[in-house]
């Protein structure tokens, strides 16, 4: 499937496999974050972060890097869902952005440990479907 980048929020760009390898490391980082975590807030955060970055390393391996700009992370996640093929990506992803931004801007929500332990699961099962997704581009290993 042929991908579209909007150039509003993707520019051309050629990445290093080394270079890909180091954004797919840090979403790794992030997600072992969230797994040793034991607040709700520590395990949602990370997650949320780690399904970024690994968008943001997708992208990367798709040759754009993401410009950092109002929306970007909602076009992080729809080109992860397409690129995965999987609209769940976005859609569940969508949610945990608006969660996020109502505890950021909104003077917090509260996430229990059964909700941030699904949002986990679900980033996990992302992580390992992209990094099938790398090694199928040659991307990384």
């Known amino acids: 499937m042929k991908l579209n980048f909007d150039s509003r929020f ?3 760009k050629n990445f290093e496999d080394k270079a890909i390898s180091r954004y797919f490391r ?3 980082r992030d997600l072992q974050i969230a797994l040793k975590g034991e607040e709700p807030e520590v395990i949602f955060n990370f997650s949320y972060s780690a399904l970024i970055k690994t ?3 997708l992208i990367a391996a798709s040759g754009h890097k993401v410009r950092s700009r109002k929306g970007h992370h909602i ?3 729809e080109k992860l869902s397409q690129i995965l093929n999987n609209k769940d990506i976005e859609m569940i992803g969508d949610r945990m ?3 996020r931004n109502l505890d950021l801007y909104d003077g917090g ?3 229990d440990l059964k909700e941030a332990k699904q949002y986990l699961n679900f980033v996990k099962e992302v992580i390992n ?3 099938g997704h790398l090694k ?3 991307s990384l290993f």
């Open 97 to 99: 952005r608006k969660k």
């Open 55 to 57: 968008g943001i390393t």
């Open 10 to 12: 993707f520019q051309k």
């Open 136 to 138: 199928s581009q040659n």
């Open 109 to 111: 929500i509260i996430i």
């Open 129 to 131: 479907k992209a990094e």
């Open 75 to 77: 076009k992080i996640l």
């Open 26 to 28: 840090n979403a790794i």
